[in-house]
């Protein structure tokens, strides 16, 4: 089975520029999450989609967005970016929660930097 | 404040040492993973850990979740450069909050030869 892909690997841009990132989730789990990574606060949950629809967002502004199609794969945009948006992003996917817990598998990353 | 506190944050040892990492908090969770991360790479997932006192055992690598899951630690025997790599913690609560891990800083292990 495939792993988590996301794209592109990396990308630069300027401040006040805007960035889409493409997550493809693991065939046959239907939700996406995604997170910010940097050295200084480590992984940061932004949101996650099921079925098309976000069912919990974390802590960050209006500025990050997703959404999530009907194939699964989601993006998330970042507007008027900010230099400390630079970071990696991560996506994953996992199974609906069991009686086990959910285990959640992650992508290579979108590495961001912004000038 | 972190919800999952890790330690040590750095460790480097020589090949062929024993070593130990630790991942606390005050919360009760419903399952937690360890992952391992290597530069410009996600998380690859070690272990998930779902019952209080569990232990798994992946090759060299012991993983126990506390009797009040609400802790865990990660063995490493006769660690090799190969492990070296960021190890990170993560946990999904008992509550609602579907689709959320909480991660850990982080242990950033080197082993040299």
């Known amino acids: 089975k495939a792993g988590v892909t996301q794209t592109p690997r990396y990308l630069i841009k300027t401040r006040g520029q805007q960035v889409t990132l493409s997550c493809s989730p693991i065939s046959g789990h239907r939700s996406v999450s995604w997170y910010q990574q940097t050295p200084g606060q480590g992984l940061q949950f932004l949101f996650e989609y099921f079925s098309e629809t976000q069912r919990n967002k974390g802590n960050f502004p209006g500025r990050f967005s997703g959404r999530q199609f009907s194939n699964s794969r989601s993006e998330m945009n970042v507007s008027t970016l900010e230099l400390g948006d630079s970071a990696l992003y991560l996506c994953a996917s996992s199974t609906p929660r069991t009686s086990g817990g959910e285990t959640q598998y992650f992508g290579p990353g979108t590495r961001l930097l912004v000038l | 404040t972190q919800l999952l506190e890790q330690s040590p944050q750095f460790l480097s040892i020589q090949e062929g040492e024993n070593l130990t990492v630790y991942c606390n908090s005050s919360?009760?969770?419903?399952?937690l993973q360890w992952y391992r991360q290597e530069p410009g790479e996600g998380p690859v997932l070690l272990v998930t850990?779902?019952?209080?006192?569990e232990v798994k055992k992946l090759k060299r690598l012991t993983f126990q979740f506390g009797d009040a899951r609400k802790d865990s630690s990660l063995h490493i025997t006769a660690a090799q450069p190969g492990d070296t790599g960021l190890y990170l913690c993560a946990a999904a609560d008992r509550g609602s909050t579907l689709g959320r891990l909480y991660f850990g800083r982080g242990t950033q292990l080197t082993v040299w030869p």
């Open positions: 850990v779902v019952t209080g006192g």
């Open positions: 919360s009760v969770f419903s399952s």
